[in-house]
């Protein structure tokens, strides 16, 4: 029996947190209840065995690469007027900032890797943009998404003679691995900001 994908596993594992009630600090800055969390995660293991469809020779599309982009217009939709705006413009900065990483800068493992410079660059980008745990699993998503449509929009201006697949690749892991970093990183922050103002405000 072939082992589940790490995304699976770590979406898994995340679920079973929360069912256990920790993280919750985590989920009360993104403005999420436990239920509302479950079934996000839940949607985006289901979206892992969702099939890839050929809608012609040259373009398919992985059905699973799309539950993520659902859970985004979910969060974006519950939320404010300025958190969209900001989640919006975090999510095009990562996207710039993977594409010109990718495009610039030597291929070498490491942490420009799109996997995980797409997480690194939304947590840091969204602490910078307001300290927003929302702002940087909407853009840990939807800014490595839109580096995937990019790439099958080169594709087809390049006209390569291949079947382009908007969704595969190994999308759905990368989004999952670049949200929950990004939140990781947002989050990681936020404390440690919080203490060096409570630890300021102490002293004085």
Not at 20 to 46: C, E, F, K, P, W
């Amino acid at each position: 029996m072939a082992s589940l994908p790490f995304s699976v596993t770590l979406l898994a594992l995340i679920t079973i947190l929360i069912f256990l009630g920790l993280g919750q600090r985590v989920l009360d800055h993104m403005r999420l209840t436990d239920s509302a969390a479950i079934i996000i995660l839940l949607l985006m293991v289901a979206g892992h065995f969702l099939p890839t469809i050929s809608l012609s020779p040259h373009l398919a599309v992985n059905l699973g690469g799309f539950i993520p982009i659902g859970v985004v217009i979910y969060l974006l939709v519950t939320t404010s007027r300025v958190e969209q705006r900001r989640a919006s413009a975090v999510s095009l900065l990562t996207a710039l900032l993977i594409l010109l990483s990718d495009k610039l800068l030597p291929l070498l493992p490491g942490l420009l890797d799109p996997v995980l410079s797409g997480g690194i660059f939304a947590g840091l980008l969204a602490t910078f943009f307001g300290r927003s745990r929302r702002s940087a699993f909407i853009a840990g998503l939807l800014g490595v998404f839109l580096v995937d449509v990019a790439n099958v929009v080169q594709l087809r201006v390049e006209a390569i003679e291949q079947q382009i697949t908007v969704g595969g690749g190994g999308l759905f892991s990368s989004m999952v691995v670049s949200c929950f970093l990004a939140v990781i990183i947002a989050e990681v922050i936020g404390e440690i900001r919080e203490k060096i103002q409570l630890g300021g405000d102490h002293d004085e």
